[in-house]
């Protein structure tokens, strides 16, 4: 799905915008995008052959459903097992509180990676073995 196809718009924090970013990032890391599927982003390094699978979600008006629907959808991707999977959300109050919801031990046990994109345009990808970043006041 390209950024100009959703229904919300581009604009920060909603899915085009963190969708575009997210492909930026990969894009200059070298990355080749790939298509599979339903999955939002696809990435293969031509050279070492590390793959990311990663779901993307901006906010709407119920942020928790597609919180809960995204990690659905992670979830069913993770068929590969030598993949990095990652959940790409924009980087505000409401996301991180719900990234805060899901258990370090689950994250450490799924390999999931959160990716926060922030108003900026830079990606933050952090680690399961990384605390997430202090919720804003």
Known sequence: MTASTFELGNEFPREGFVQAQLERHFHRLGFRQEKRDHIDYVGVHPDTHETWIIEAKGETSDVGL???????????????PSAR?????????????????????VRVALGLHWLLVEESGKVVVVDPLEPLPRIPA
């Open 85 to 105: 999977f990652g959940f790409a959300v924009p980087r505000t109050p409401k996301f991180l509180a719900q990234c805060k919801k899901v258990p370090d031990r």
């Open 66 to 80: 597609d919180f809960r629907t995204g990690l659905g959808q992670i979830l069913q991707a993770m068929a590969e």
